[in-house]
């Protein structure tokens, strides 16, 4: 049987001093989270598979693979033009299927400029599959407003993940524990962004209550902090300019002190089996990253998601994750502890278990099971 290419970032890397960052980085989408619903599709579909990476030759694929898959994102959205993948796939003769495209929109609006490159790859892709699948309903309906109606949708790839061993009943019994550390997450891509220290947010009050609790805190796309915590040839440089708005973004006193922090308390993860197994280490997850709370609720450690934008609440809305809006989130150690212990896991479990039946269902449909 010929293989399903997967047009995909790499599953799993490991750091070395002689990879370079920047392609350590890439890699992995430029954020790890992307690790967690691409190594999700790998393991989701049998049989023979190969990655074909993104610059894949069409003749090439019409060759030699029996169809394609799209690990996707939030790709629907003025962020990002997809006519290089377009032209790809207008090309193709296999069967095609997207799977988990999420839109963009920050205040949930539904107004999405999206670019005419983006709109062509949905429409060749829909020409190919039996249906696409999506995040969440508010993606499905600004999908429709385009024309595309033959959309599944089926949340992000990454909630069917299997449970680890016993996550059921730890994640009802734990969810009113004390026992335990907190593994705290924000968003945010580079530091060179000084916007980002100078604007009130969820998220920068998640970096500075971190470092003023000395709470562990997960990195994702956080450049220059995950810099500073791997091996790696060629990394970014942190200039005095570049200090200066750091100590800002965390309200440290010396830098000194901001670099002892995160090596004593930060955490990044390449792989997800690494991160899987460093979540038994804690008793919750709190903050305001998607797959870091998936991966959390996976491993059967209580997790609760602040929602900020429309990808991140029309997946909470979807799957009945533990969330609450930004707007309502209390950063003190008895507020987390309260919110994680009103959230009700065993809905969001029985929803996982129906949801999950509608995955499979649209994997089969498109001939992938």
Not at 85 to 94: H, I, N, T
Not at 221 to 230: G, K, N, P, R
């Amino acid at each position: 049987m010929r293989p399903i290419g997967i047009v995909s970032i790499l599953r799993e890397q490991t750091p070395a001093p002689d990879r370079s960052f920047n392609f350590l980085m890439a890699a992995a989408g430029n954020n790890t989270g992307n690790l967690l619903f691409t190594h999700a599709v790998w393991e989701h579909l049998p049989g023979p598979k190969e990655r074909i990476g993104f610059q894949f030759d069409p003749d090439k694929v019409n060759a030699t693979c029996r169809a394609v898959v799209f690990p996707a994102a939030n790709w629907f959205g003025a962020h990002v033009d997809l006519a290089d993948f377009a032209d790809r796939v207008e090309r193709l003769d296999v069967p095609v299927t997207m799977i988990g495209l999420g839109a963009q929109d920050h205040d949930f609006t539904g107004k999405v400029d999206v670019p005419e490159g983006t709109l062509r790859f949905v429409r060749a892709v829909a020409e190919r599959s039996r249906s696409i699948s999506v995040r969440g309903t508010y993606t499905r309906d600004i999908l429709a407003r385009h024309g595309f109606r033959d959309v599944t949708v089926t949340g992000c790839p990454s909630l069917y993940q299997p449970l680890q061993p016993d996550a059921e009943r730890r994640l009802l019994e734990n969810a009113k524990s004390t026992l335990g550390p907190t593994l705290l997450h924000s968003t945010r891509f580079s530091a060179r962004y000084r916007a980002f220290v100078d604007t009130p947010s969820i998220h920068l009050d998640l970096y500075r209550y971190a470092y003023r609790t000395r709470s562990d805190l997960l990195f994702q796309s956080e450049l220059e902090e995950i810099s500073l915590l791997v091996e790696a040839a060629k990394k970014p440089d942190i200039d005095d300019a570049l200090i200066a708005t750091l100590l800002d973004l965390y309200g440290a006193a010396s830098w000194e002190e901001l670099q002892a922090y995160l090596h004593n308390s930060a955490r990044v993860f390449f792989d997800i089996p690494a991160w899987t197994q460093a979540m038994t280490g804690y008793g919750r997850a709190y903050g305001t990253r998607l797959h870091a709370t998936i991966m959390a609720l996976n491993s059967g450690v209580p997790a609760l998601l602040v929602h900020h934008d429309s990808r991140t609440r029309e997946v909470c809305e979807f799957a009945d994750l533990p969330s609450l809006k930004a707007s309502r989130a209390a950063l003190d150690e008895d507020a987390i502890s309260k919110s994680i212990t009103r959230a009700d896991f065993g809905k969001f479990l029985k929803t996982r278990g129906r949801n999950q039946e509608t995955y499979r269902a649209f994997l089969a449909d498109n001939g992938l099971l």
